[in-house]
C-alpha cells in the first residue's frame, strides 16, 4: 500500500478533483495499482467494520464492451477510461465478520473478549435486518469507500468520475454477481485526464447548515 503516491498534498488533491469524464485511451493503470487503489480506498470506515463495499473491475475490451449498452449517456468514460470500477454493496457483508474479528484478535488489534462480543451483536443482528436496511448499509458504507476511492486515485495522479446513469437492475447480472445479494451504488470511470474537468460550484455552509 502507498507505494504509488504522486501527490501527497492534501488541498491539492480535495480541491483539485474535478469529474473527469474524457481520459487518454492509450494509458493503462496496471492491476497491482488498481488493487492498490482498491486497498487504500479499503480504509475507510464502515458499519461494525463489515466493509460492505465490492468492486468490479472492468478493464478489458471485452468487460467495456459487455458494460456499454448499460452505461446510458456516459459512453466517453466507458471508451476512454482506464477502467470502470463497479461498486456494489454485499447485503451480507457479515458473513466475513468471523474473518475480520479473528484477524484483529491474531494481530493483537483487539481483546479476544471485545471480539466475543462484538461477534455475538453483530450475528444476532445483521441477519435478521430486512433486505431495505441491509442494503441502505450496503451503501452508505460503499459511497465512503467511492469517495475514498476517488482521492486516492488523485494522490495516485489519476481522475476519476462517479457514476449513477447506468441500468441498475442489469449490472449485477451482467457481471454474474448474485442480484439478491449485490446491491449496485455506482460506476467510478478512472484513467489519466485528457480533457481536465471544469470547476464547479458549492453552496455556502451557512446554506447546508443547521445550528442548534
Ligand atoms: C451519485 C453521483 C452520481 C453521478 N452521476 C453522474 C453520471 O451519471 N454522469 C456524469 O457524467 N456525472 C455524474 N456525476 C458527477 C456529478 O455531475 C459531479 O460530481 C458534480 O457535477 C460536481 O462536479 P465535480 O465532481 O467535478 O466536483 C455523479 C455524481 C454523483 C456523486
Known amino acids: 500500500m502507498f507505494n504509488h503516491i504522486l501527490n501527497n498534498d492534501f488541498v491539492d488533491i480535495v480541491k483539485g478533483r474535478r469529474s473527469v469524464r474524457h481520459y487518454d485511451e492509450n494509458f493503462k493503470i496496471s492491476r497491482e495499482e488498481l488493487s492498490e487503489i482498491i486497498s487504500e480506498a479499503s480504509l475507510a ?18 468487460g467495456k464492451e459487455k ?3 448499460l452505461v446510458r449517456f456516459n459512453t466517453l468514460q466507458n471508451d476512454t477510461s482506464s477502467a470502470m470500477l463497479l461498486i456494489f ?14 484477524t484483529a484478535v491474531e494481530q493483537g488489534k483487539m481483546p479476544a473478549e471485545v471480539r466475543d462480543n462484538q461477534l455475538e451483536t453483530i ?16 451503501k452508505i458504507d460503499s459511497s465512503l469507500f467511492a469517495m475514498q476511492l476517488m482521492l486516492v486515485a488523485r494522490a495516485h495522479g489519476y481522475d476519476t468520475n462517479p457514476m449513477a446513469g447506468f441500468e441498475a437492475d442489469q449490472l449485477a447480472r451482467t457481471f454474474d454477481l448474485d442480484e439478491e445479494r449485490y446491491a449496485p451504488v455506482m460506476m467510478i470511470s478512472i484513467g489519466k485526464a485528457k480533457v ?12 447546508i447548515s443547521f445550528w442548534r
Do not use: C, H
Open 89 to 102: 454493496g454485499d447485503t451480507d457483508s457479515y458473513l466475513y465478520s468471523e474473518e475480520i474479528y479473528n
Open 123 to 138: 450475528l444476532s443482528f445483521f441477519p435478521t435486518l430486512s433486505k431495505e436496511m441491509k442494503v441502505e448499509i450496503a
Open 45 to 62: 470506515p464502515s458499519s461494525a467494520n463489515m466493509q460492505s463495499w465490492r468492486v468490479v473491475v472492468v478493464d478489458t475490451p471485452e
Open 67 to 69: 458494460l456499454k449498452p
Open 196 to 207: 481536465e474537468g471544469y470547476e464547479s460550484v458549492r453552496l455556502s455552509a451557512d446554506k
